[in-house]
């Protein structure tokens, strides 16, 4: 189904359910089962009564949705014959095309798993010969027939269809395509066999495709990958870089003409990066500046600064980047560049910092796009006492900022007012900046939530409505999209896969409906990643209707019996367990950490005999959440305080001790600042805000409360 067209608008069902169907079964009941989960129902259909009646009063959408059903129920010979029902009536009947060639997709893809390659291309025949236009009904016929030897009959389908026109396109040509075009032209020797292939080589940005065709060619012996042909240099320097051979893809990327050389700027300094001579790869782009281009040189400084600052050579790529800022007239590129500058500037030293700080923030078109490295400065600056350096490059530059990093530097002026570490220029000072911060809609809640709670004002549900206007969405045709169907017939799953191919095409309400959908139906995992999404790229508005569904309650018996035997909030567990695992109870990390709380085996194994627990699975919700629990518990008990033991959560309690034999004696509202790790900094603030949030959401405590055991010490 992801091959069809995303917002496919299909016609409204005939059936209006009033009637009762063959199989005793109304639409409206049949949908509550299985909305309610119902599923029993389906083994016990009798399909010989099956007929073209059934279909008008139910529903043509029928047998396609409960395909989906009867796979889930591992009764793969329903679901098939659902899926032929739905194939051959809809290619005799023209209202019912939209659900044949749903029908005919299912079908191909499911006789490819099996390995009926013969069906499937028969199917994809079919399918094709009624809808030329269909890419994959086209691609998998192609290939079926390729990998049966009937080259012949690839060739002329391909000149059939018109693909040839998709072949030559000078630009972006369909390199699966020409792939294909490429391998049967050769093997029945047309004299112009070597184009597609040489194409591949000089053009072709997918590495896939370019191993295809070199492997076959080099299988086959061709003279094209001699030594004496340049292309043969091309195709060897770009296989072996493909292949992460950097020392190999060099002999061969290193001796190429410039004609070839725009092509494989990219690729080039890739390969001095990974084969470790990444000064030298720089020093070699730079040679050649005279020789290029007027249009590539601002591409290859580029590349060469990248190149001195993974080789920590900084005074060199801020002079490159720099150069490379004045020839490009692009925005966006002026951006990057001006923003690798600034950061070889800071890697330099403070002074040097703020000095580029001075320089770019007047010539930056985007200030969000600098906020990362505004952050990063500050964290350093508190690391290294530079108090009035943060003071200075703050009044100076702010009002070019963004309200976010404005936001931040407030917040830490004010607690460095606070501490001493800066004299105020009037005693109101440090309440103002607090006052502004939370005030600021765009500043980070992190920030929001800590300056309230200095100014002990009330933290409520309404402080983090941001929009309470919904968004637009665009008109919709009376109809039902795809998504509408799987929403209707309880397939969230295939909802949600859909919209994360491509968000854009949905309007909020649906999205709202898809993640809903998901919650309930018990796929948290994949309720948040898709509320993520939508979210961080504005297709839901952030109110205070649709913030919980950032926040969802899982597992609740389990969490509130694991947090009341360690004595800890509830709004903490569920933001640990949020933050670790998206609330997915079998989720492996790549460091082979498991479950609701990401807990490492041999840390389980630990924990089981402390506990003394014989048997445990850290697939198990209750198990997991015991050890996990108790674990967090454990470390708050030996530091008192929520900051150093999330930091021993994330990191290890090795690093929270050396890291508060450093920092211990700082305010405790700048420790979670200064954890050398980005991930365990960012850590401790999104579990604080996460918790606030479950307690302003769900009232299960209070603000305040959650706040006192992050900052013992109070206001």
């Given amino acids: 189904f992801l091959l069809i067209p995303l917002l496919l608008l299909i016609p409204l069902v005939k059936g209006d359910g009033s009637e009762e169907s063959n199989w005793s079964q109304q639409k409206e009941d049949l949908l509550k089962a299985l909305a309610d989960g119902d599923s029993n129902f389906l083994m016990n259909l009798n399909f010989s009564d099956f007929s073209d009646k059934e279909l008008d009063l139910l529903g043509e959408e029928v047998p396609y949705f409960l395909s989906f059903h009867y796979e889930a129920l591992q009764m793969g010979d329903h679901k098939k014959r659902l899926l032929e029902y739905s194939y051959h009536r809809g290619y005799s009947d023209p209202n019912y095309s939209v659900w044949a060639e749903l029908s005919l997709t299912e079908l191909i893809a499911q006789a490819l798993v099996e390995e009926r390659y013969k069906d499937a291309e028969d199917l994809a025949l079919s399918g094709w010969e009624r809808n030329p236009e269909n890419q994959f009904f086209l691609m998998t016929l192609l290939d079926l027939l390729f990998q049966r030897g009937e080259i012949t009959r690839v060739l002329e389908i391909i000149e059939k269809a018109g693909v040839l026109n998709l072949l030559n396109n000078e630009t972006d040509p369909d390199w699966e395509f020409l792939l294909l075009y490429a391998l049967a032209s050769h093997q029945l020797e047309r004299s112009d066999w070597k184009e597609p292939f040489i194409r591949i080589i000089n053009f072709c940005p997918q590495q896939e495709i370019l191993v295809k065709a070199y492997e076959y060619l080099q299988n086959q012996g061709e003279i094209i990958l001699s030594e004496d042909e340049p292309v043969a240099f091309l195709a060897r320097g770009r296989y072996h870089y493909a292949k992460n051979e950097y020392s190999l893809a060099l002999k061969y990327l290193s001796e190429i003409d410039l004609p070839y050389f725009s092509l494989l700027l990219r690729e080039l300094a890739g390969s001095y990066s990974g084969a470790g001579r990444s000064r030298e790869g720089a020093e070699y782009l730079l040679s050649l500046l005279p020789r290029v281009k007027e249009e590539e040189i601002s591409i290859l400084l580029a590349e060469a600064g990248f190149l001195y600052r993974r080789a920590g050579f ?44 001075q320089k770019w923030q007047k010539q930056w078109n985007n200030p969000s796009y600098f906020n990362d490295l505004l952050e990063a400065y500050a964290e350093r600056l508190i690391r290294e006492g530079g108090w009035k350096t943060l003071e ?256 021993a959560y994330n990191a290890g309690p090795t690093r929270a001790r050396e890291w508060l034999k450093v920092w211990g004696t700082l305010d405790p509202f700048l420790l979670p600042e200064i954890a050398p790790y980005p991930e365990t900094k960012e850590y401790v603030k999104k579990i604080l805000v996460s918790s606030v949030f479950y307690s302003l959401i769900y009232n299960l405590d209070s603000p305040e409360r959650i706040l006192n055991n992050f900052f013992p010490g109070g206001v």
């Avoid at 980047?321 to 500058?341: C, E, H, N, P, Q």
């Avoid at 800066?422 to 109101?428: D, F, I, K, R, S």
Wanted: charged content about 25%.
């Fill in 314 to 357: 900084y005074r060199d790529a801020v002079d490159v980047f720099s150069r490379a800022w004045g020839l490009t007239t692009d925005v966006s590129i002026k951006d990057r560049m001006a923003w690798y500058s600034l950061d070889c500037s800071m890697k330099i030293s403070i002074f040097e910092g703020a000095k580029a700080l």
């Fill in 392 to 647: 200075s490059i703050y009044k100076e530059g702010s009002s070019f900022w963004d309200p976010a990093a404005v936001s931040k530097y407030s917040f830490l002026l004010a607690r460095g007012y606070s501490q001493g570490f800066l004299v105020p220029e009037t005693p109101q000072k440090e309440e103002e900046l607090l006052r502004m911060v939370m005030l600021e809609d765009a500043a980070p809640y992190y920030y929001k939530i800590l300056a309230a709670y200095l100014l002990k004002e009330r933290i409520g549900r309404d402080f983090f409505v941001l929009d309470k206007n919904p968004l637009s969405s665009p008109e919709t045709q009376n109809g039902l999209t795809l998504v509408e169907g799987f929403l209707s017939y309880s397939l969230p799953l295939r909802s949600y896969a859909l919209m994360m191919e491509n968000l854009a095409f949905y309007p909020e309400d649906l999205i709202h409906r898809t993640i809903s959908a998901c919650r309930d139906k018990g796929y948290y995992y994949e309720s948040l990643r898709l509320a993520y999404r939508a979210f961080h790229r504005g297709k839901i508005t952030p109110s205070a209707e649709n913030i919980p569904l950032l926040y969802p309650l899982a597992f609740s018996k389990e969490i509130e019996k694991a947090a009341a035997t360690e004595d800890l909030s509830l709004p903490l567990i569920l933001a640990l367990v949020r933050e670790e695992s998206f609330f997915s109870p079998t989720i492996v990390s790549r460091s082979g950490a498991v479950g609701l709380c990401q807990i490492m085996p041999l840390t389980a194994a630990d924990i089981s005999k402390r506990l003394g627990l014989k048997t445990y699975s850290l697939e198990d919700p209750s198990d997991n959440l015991t050890l996990g629990a108790w674990y967090l518990g454990s470390q708050f008990r030996r530091f008192n305080s929520l900051v150093p033991a999330l930091w």
